[in-house]
């Protein structure tokens, strides 16, 4: 947490900037199509479900940018322990570490937090790309039908919530 805290420290006070401009008009119209976001809280298409996190934060805070970035920074928390966590399950605990470490330095994400229109989408397909393969993981290693009814659940469930981001998904 402390290293995801110091890498993220400086975007914190980053500005809004390109698809954020279409997030924050979505959010104040939320059932007029904006963009790629399309019509109404969940949207359409590929990016679907990416303005229904920030609807309450919207609603509480506003347009006060801090608020959303830290909710972009919790999901990114989670992401890291979930990378940390199913890597070290699927590769051993010290490569858990090392890419936890990683991720949680931002070198590998860090386009996907500086804009907000994505920043929640891609963590929430990060947690669920890594439990797909932990749950996967556990059932080649156990071979037990509810580990791989979990991995297929994630997987649409992947295909679902983070269309746009799920590319991954192929590697």
Not at 46 to 53: C, G, L, N
Not at 91 to 96: C, D, M
Not at 108 to 113: L, P, R, T
């Amino acid at each position: 947490i402390l290293i995801v805290l110091i890498s993220y420290g400086q975007i914190l006070w980053m500005q809004p900037w390109e698809d954020d401009n279409a997030l924050f008009f979505k959010l104040a119209h939320i059932q007029e199509p904006a963009g790629f976001f399309g019509s109404g809280p969940f949207g359409e298409g590929v990016y679907k479900y990416s303005v229904t996190p920030f609807i309450l934060v919207f609603k509480l805070f506003g347009y006060y940018i801090p608020a959303y970035f830290g909710l972009a920074l919790v999901f990114y928390i989670i992401a890291t322990f979930v990378i940390y966590k199913s890597l070290s399950v699927v590769l051993g605990k010290k490569t858990g570490k090392v890419a936890g470490f990683i991720y949680a330095c931002g070198y590998v994400v860090s386009d996907g937090f500086w804009r907000l229109a994505n920043s929640v989408t891609t963590s929430i397909s990060i947690v669920i790309a890594n439990l797909f393969l932990l749950f996967y993981w556990k059932f080649y290693k156990k071979g037990r039908i509810v580990w791989y009814l979990l991995a297929l659940s994630f997987f649409f469930l992947g295909l679902e919530l983070g269309l746009a981001r799920m590319h991954y998904f192929v590697s």
